[in-house]
């Protein structure tokens, strides 16, 4: 089944070029012109990925994005910010509150496409099923669902694909750059900044846990890794 992609934007040739190019390539589009009618699409229809203004009429893109990470039928639901907001302040707020990249205004439709494209792949079933076990860490690759201690831990998509990495290499130490092409691919141009925005929304989830401790460590000069130890 084509891939449905929601156009969350008020410029009307904006929503054109995209829809036009996004159609090219197969995809289903659908479209909001302001974060209300966004919310209430993505109630009533199946959306695969979001492309999220966020300079919008009646809510801000930052509250639509906080909102679908907070509903359970919508929270891995990859969304990219395209906004003209480009300061690097506005764009780790942005990841920050949920978005699993950031592109800004005017941005090239190649790239914009491949960041889907990459999303996309991603955030498609796993292939592989069973589970992930380290220390008090669980992780059920086919429910796509996290505990701690018998809690379960919600994590948007980013987080998920992050922290099942480290699962899979346990005690490792991965640079921001090896994680960057583990995680996100080596043809996607992210900033290594974003892998500490992410690192911090994974440790926040992992630690609103009560009883346990930061179990992510921090490397200086080399990175991070999953560490038992740092729990202990």
């Not at 893109?61 to 003209?84: F, L, N």
Request: with cysteine.
């Amino acid at each position: 089944m084509d891939p449905t992609v929601l156009i969350v934007e008020d410029e009307a040739a904006i929503v054109t070029m995209l829809r036009y190019n996004l159609e090219r390539e197969g995809m289903q589009v659908v479209e909001a012109g302001d974060g209300d009618e966004a919310l209430k699409i993505m109630a009533e229809t199946h959306v695969d990925l979001v492309l999220l203004d966020w300079m919008l009429p009646v809510m801000s893109g930052i509250e639509v994005c906080r909102q679908i990470r907070r509903k359970p039928e919508s929270r891995d639901v990859p969304v990219i910010m395209v906004t003209a907001r480009g300061e690097e302040g506005d764009r780790i707020r942005g990841l920050d509150t949920g978005a699993d990249d950031y592109v800004t205004k005017p941005f090239a439709i190649g790239e914009l496409l491949a960041r889907i494209r990459a999303l996309l792949r991603r955030s498609g079933p796993a292939q592989p099923q069973g589970q992930l076990i380290y220390s008090d860490i669980e992780m059920d690759l086919a429910a796509h669902r996290v505990s701690r201690n018998g809690k379960a831990i919600h994590l948007g998509p980013t987080e998920f694909r992050l922290l099942r990495y480290f699962l899979e290499h346990p005690g490792r130490v991965f640079s921001r750059e090896q994680l960057l092409n583990a995680v996100w691919g080596p043809n996607i141009y992210v900033e290594t900044r974003t892998v500490d925005v992410h690192i911090r929304r994974l440790r926040k989830a992992l630690n609103d846990v009560k009883g346990t401790r930061d179990i992510i460590r921090t490397v200086r000069a080399a990175g991070y890794a999953l560490d038992s130890e740092t729990a202990a």
